[in-house]
């Protein structure tokens, strides 16, 4: 419902087609990662095969696999104190 939602936002109709692809590009070209804390994959057309290469290079660029092991720690750590 999200992308349908922001679609109508944006002028199309809430159950065009292609509408996820199209949300995710505008997406892509309006958010800028480094200023809003937030990475977009995919898109319209090739794009749309990207994910399965650039989320893995993403996670390794923003290091977030650290962020959730250190998470992981912090919440098992937490636990064995109660």
């Known amino acids: 419902m999200w992308f349908q939602s922001i679609g109508s936002v944006l002028g199309f109709d809430w159950h065009s087609s292609g509408l996820t692809t199209v949300v995710t590009g505008v997406l892509q070209h309006s958010i800028n990662p480094q200023g809003h804390g ?5 898109g319209k057309g090739k794009k749309s095969l990207l ?3 650039e989320i893995p290079k993403l996670a390794q660029d923003t290091q977030i696999f ?17």
């Open 38 to 42: 937030i990475l977009i994959s995919g």
């Open 51 to 53: 994910p399965k290469t």
């Open 66 to 82: 650290q962020v959730i092991k250190y998470l992981d720690w912090y919440i098992q750590a937490e636990c064995l104190q109660k």
